[in-house]
């Protein structure tokens, strides 16, 4: 879960605009889907090609290019060259290594962050980059390509022409595709808070070595989490505060919503944070008041047969001249001694409130 | 106690605006109850319909609907119709997951904050979401619903027409409701600084493993506690210096008496946010003085009868040829010898502070 | 040391401006005392009433109305009314659990602080609340009331004529007050400075369990401390750079002073307070380090007579074929073996620095 | 990895502007590179004297001189009178403890940074001090002096008249070597991820006394590195925001995605700093927990044998009169008796999970 | 170590304004030292007298007057008045327990910081009030006194007229003293520097209870010098952004050199405080680390020796029926058993990695 920075350094001698995909290939191709829209109709293009998107740029029609795979390079020269983006702007498409930040291109506006998920099978945390480019009157979404489509509601909603998206622009769209994103990651708190939960009864009623390590990758998973979700508030209030005439007034209520939403999550992982540093704390007091039980469980072993078994061995010497030895009550006597030496030392751990 | 943001996953993939009613259901109905007042009198109306909310959108008079239970989202639909509530709004009140805020929204100024109270049955804070709608003429509260009601006593002092509630408009009223539930939160710190104060003199006469967990379920709460009143500064902050001719400049006034007591409360958390961590420092030194006492007790018993045993071993050898078991005075001066040898160790020990 | 904020929930259900006085008792009877002074003269009433003290609003002579004990809520609210205080005032002047604060009113500036001293019995901190009223030609100065008079010197220094405060209107008066209340800080300052040594010496020379206590308690105090310091950075830095013409400019440069004081008392705190998380930090290291000694004294004893008393004890089995039982030389052998064994082992933990 | 201040104290008496090299020699003579370029073509002289740059101040053209080795004062005075340098600049250019920092000193800009590097042979980072300053038509970049040179690449591409380099001005070519650098962080960061992954599997799968030295070398190099990342981001903010017309608005966009890159790094930086804090706290729970481990076996080994071993001591006593010696099943009757005894030992820490 | 705050409660009662000397007096009588210059000559007096500084005031030559010692109050008011300084600034000078600060007071400058110095014999820090006032035509520096003069370099300059000094203004001989003072603390930061790192060998080779007494007394220093020097960044940059025109444009680029000095100094000594914690840390965990080894030898040479000592026991049995006593190979066979059951111990032992 240590950030796969790796592969950025295959990039660090490059001059600045030469375009490489550092990231893992999730998918084995690009594939892109056209979606034109206005309030009249749809017209809509499974896995397009690069010819197909261009002649949209000059139609009057909203056009969302969503693309899900990364590393058809010539694909991206191409959609850049076509909607006028700059050479920065497609680096930063490409380098899925990114902080979550949004740009201000005048003609168009950049913003990259993660989407996050639960994996299945690992139970971690999956994350995706996905930027959002949007000007006049195009959307293009890119995503580095997972299983899931978050956004395929979206598509849905378009085609049925409910709701605002048909009627509002591509600020309201780009907008509709943030909040889906960031809507999601209260999912994934929902998990973490049940893991939290799970873990504090584990804690409570069992801790095992075993939990700490659960709780080192809570902790672990949290931090993670943390660098995804900060970035966000300021991500959104930028946009908010934007005095670029691509959002309109009305969008901006609705990004006030989620910069809203953003600063919850960022709220909600530093209660878990610290939710999470208490419980450690919590695991080693317990750890060690384990230990001091154990030590009294030794001590008042010790305590009681050391010195009976010295006693035995006094009684084990053979020496010629022991009165005791000859007594005919020397044995019961001795066993007498030794049961009253057990008990007041028995006495002794209650009262000391250590039985 | 960890927040459930359950059943906020279930909007995860929605349109903003679509009216999903989240949280548990606290109330089998939601009541309206309608006070319409002026300086001259006052016009109540207990359980009443959505019908007879209405006529007063357009009264001279002030008029105030309180609303207990949200799950009627009919009702909170044709209320928001009526007093011109955008869907965001209407959202927000619906979903009681909410992080404490205002929002200015030129027509109406909508307020939403944490209601906490004492469950006297398992001793833990509760806590109910409270929306506070404000406009030029009305005031809409809307309660999750449960069994107390702090708003009584305002009711009861605009019937009387005592005071200023009748004189001043709904933003005193929205003021006053504020105050309410602010004030409340001393009230919560009270029973907390008890308790605190209670597990402190546990802690100094008499830790157990079960002070830990009294420890930890306290900063539990705490940082649940500090999650709902951090923001209240910002949210009345934000009321006190808005530019709205909604809020008149008296009542400002007020709001800054409130925006102390808000900056007093987070005070208080992060003292006992403090004397928390301190305590639990405190728990774990003594844990180790503790086990520091019982392993010098065992280490004692073993020092002095380790030893003994040994030299007791030694005359219990069978060798033919050991001359000291033949003499007369053997018995006697071994025992001698132990003694002595059980007195050096026991001024030994004394000298080092450990007896 | 809990901070008591029990008696405010007797206020949490009451409307604003409701004059209830919030906490104890500390003197049977409201004092007042009235000195009004000019260049020319000065006039003195111990023990006045409130009647007494109206006449002064309208002269133009400076009037200093000291009033020591807050029960007698008539007077205030005479008081109030002849001096034209808003209600939430009065009440803030009352309510003894107030977070420092200092409020323009445009006719007057109010002023509320902690003034703290040490209870020579219990040797804790013991705090008052201190308002301070001025306006034109008054201040007016409200203590809960304790046996010690911070403001005789001040007093005293009017009645002679020295110094400023003849020549210099009431902020300048209403300063002197600060400065008297912000330096006696620094003497509470001083008798923590010197516990802390105190402390240390006790720490590094003889550690016991009752240290820690100790470190608790001036950790508690240290946090109640710092709650009544802090704010008052703000409070002073509020007036120093208020626009309010009750403030001369000749004045300000002395609020400039005491607001270097007051961030030299929060320095001198946060200062303490680290010192003190070091030393909890060394107390703890200094417990496992001496348990660390007494398990190694454990061991030692343990590695050479375990040994050693199980060579005994096969010595000491019955078996009729033991041919080392019948050598002459046996019993010495074992014995000079014995101690071979003992050397040994002594000699390992020397070269391992465990003894 | 302390750093080394040292040298510096050699300064503390001298007047502001008098140059002493402060640091170590990394190479044995300064060594200086002028590439003199516009968008036609190149000239380029390698091991230059100071006689040789000073025809290209008064050029048209662009002139870069990179000079290895800080030793000679000389060529360095030489070089500041004749492109105008303020002492004070020549002498942070020499002082090699300098803190990041970028000065607009209107005739030119200064930056003075970090160059981190990972020595192949120790493992540890190595830094080295990079000074940049450019004006109207020239950029002088001064490093200490190591075997690797990060900047060749940008050497070859203006050669090669590829990218904006030959067309844009100073800014830009400043612009690359900062981002040169900075992007070497990544490298070093990714080395970082990669120790931490190793040492956090060592953690999980076996914790050894080593461990801990390596958490404790890994905490030092990030205070080392977060030391030379922390001032990149206002250095770099301040480039951006300049009002100063020595850099290009074009390039100010350059100047934002390095900005982007600076907060990534210090982001990352945190991140893991967060994670080696975890770690030492995850490896401090282990130790206790693999001490409880070797408590308990200590505990069983002792309640099991202690017992058995004071029963056989009983039954090793010589009194005369002990009726079961006699007996002819008393000897496998205590046999049997021992083993029960054993068995219930163990049957209870079954019970209590120690086993 | 504690700051010693004692001697300022004398203070608490009187009135601002009156001098009173706060501190200890080092030296026993006040030196004044006068070095009046310009472009053309020195004119200097060492130990000069209240009469011959007054003449200089209106010269139009710059005066520096150097004076060490401050129990001559009398001396301190002749000045005041002669140079019209205020009251309250005579008061902090005489105060030396005065927080970092620089004041702009129209017709002079006033600032007064720490200047700190290594104690060669007690090797702790001690530290020196110097108070800077500097005018159109004057500088005046107060010193507490102690033997090492850091001034006299200064001096020399002046005497030889190298340099700026005889040319710049008193803006620039201020500089110069406090460039000197600053420039002192990375001296003493460098002997901290390099008794961390001796701490830190002496923790990696061979930890003591000793090495925990250095690193707390380290932390004490630390917490004494970063209140010294943290001020310092706040007391520059008020200089570096005056408007007084007594501080002349060129010397405002000297002031942010300083300026970056004392950010760097305040960097360092967080990267050092960031360290100390860490080694008490690493401390701790080596505490724990070294407790573990001794317990495992304890276990194993327990879990050995006890079973073996159990069953030399049995046979030490008087029973009259035990069969294996009179088997000839009993003896052989049990000591045969007792190796192999050793054997097995240290097997296991070795497997788990105790050995």
Redesign the interface.
Known sequence: M?????K??A???????VLVHVGTQKVTESRVHILDYDEQGVREKKRASLDECLPFRDSETMTWIDIEGLQDVGLLEGLGRCYGL?P?ILE?ILNTD??P?S?DMEDYIYVVLKMLDFDPDSLEIVSEQVSIVFGRNFVISLQEGREGD?FE?LRQ?IRNG????RRFGPDYLAY?LL??II??Y??I??KF?ER??KL?EEL?SNPR?DT??KI?RL??EM??LR?SA?PLRELVSKLEKSESDLIQPATK??L??IY?HA??IV??IE?YR??LS?M?????????????Q??????I???I??????L???????????P?????W??PL??VLMFALAGAMIYYFKKKN?L
């Not at 240590?2 to 790796?6: D, I, L, M, N, R």
């Not at 450690?280 to 001091?292: E, T």
């Not at 005791?324 to 005919?328: A, F, V």
């Open positions: 240590v950030e796969k920075v790796k950025r350094s990039k660090a001698g490059l001059p600045p605009g700059h920065l930063d990114q902080r930040k740009d978050l509601p909603r409910q709701g605002r998206l509709s909040d889906t809507d999601h209260f999912v708190l929902e808070a939290i939960e504090e409570v070595p700490l390590q080192h902790k672990h931090i993670f660098k900060w209520l609705f006030r919503d809203d600063i919850h709220d909600s209660s610290e939710m208490s450690l704390d919590i695991y080693l007091s317990s750890v060690s008041n384990r230990m001091n154990v030590m009294k469980v030794l001590t072993i010790a305590t047969f050391m010195p009976l078994t010295f035995a061995g006094i009684y084990g010497m053979n020496f010629k001249h022991m005791e030895l000859g007594w005919p020397g044995y001795v066993l250590w």
